[in-house]
T-cell receptor
């Protein structure tokens, strides 16, 4: 069975500081990995995805994530936080080999950006 | 292009009442699914459908029914609501194994 652990349910950073949101996964098949963002009162939007190509994946809004198989990690980073980055972020892993749509989600990390 | 549309946005039910959460997509996606989102638990899959006439259970199907009579619509039915079903419900769709497109959710409270 697949599982996702997001370390830190709440993360606060100052505007302009590095954003680092942690995600570790467990998967019995070669994983596809995803980061989604949820703004208040909205659905989830795809930030980026790893589907077994390049291990460093670039997404929208300046975010990127690196797939590290040896560490079973897929941490999300952004060099400089902006106030508009305040949202909840979810890491997800595919439930089946090669699936981008049957996913197991982590519990989420709420990002607060301080002025 | 509306994408995935969920109605209603908010709903309050009494224990034992029934209701249907509506989900419609205009992208001709063959795959549709329902998730519930609870604090500290992320999103959990309730039911999904890989095409009209085909549905299957996800991680937490108990208390919910679905049907898929058309490609566009995938309603979620609560036959007898319970307080444990208080949650935010999201519908999502996908085509050709592309990443999920989510609706804006329905916030349900069962008293």
């Amino acid at each position: 069975a697949q599982s996702v652990t997001q370390l830190g349910s709440h993360v606060s950073v100052s505007e302009g500081a590095l954003v680092l949101l942690r995600c570790n996964y467990s998967s019995s098949v070669p994983p596809y990995l995803f980061w989604y963002v949820q703004y208040p009162n909205q659905g989830l939007q795809l930030l980026l995805k790893y589907t077994s190509a390049a291990t460093l994946v670039k997404g929208i809004n300046g975010f990127e994530a690196e797939f590290k198989k040896s560490e079973t990690s897929f941490h999300l980073t952004k060099p400089s936080a902006h106030m508009s980055d305040a949202a909840e972020y979810f890491c997800a892993v595919s439930d089946r080999a090669g699936s981008a749509r049957q996913l197991t989600f982590g519990s989420g990390t709420q990002l607060t950006v301080l002025p | 292009n509306a994408g995935v549309t969920q109605t209603p946005k908010f709903q309050v039910l009494k224990t034992g009442q029934s209701m249907t959460l509506q989900c419609a997509q205009d992208m001709n996606h063959e795959y549709m699914s329902w998730y519930r989102q609870d604090p500290g638990m992320g999103l959990r899959l309730i039911h999904y459908s890989v095409g009209a006439g085909i549905t299957d259970q996800g991680e937490v199907p108990n208390g919910y029914n679905v049907s898929r009579s058309t490609t566009e619509d995938f309603p979620l039915r609560l036959l007898s609501a319970a307080p444990s079903q208080t949650s935010v419900y999201f519908c999502a769709s996908s085509s050709n194994n592309s990443p999920l497109h989510f609706g804006n959710g329905t916030r349900l409270t069962v008293t």
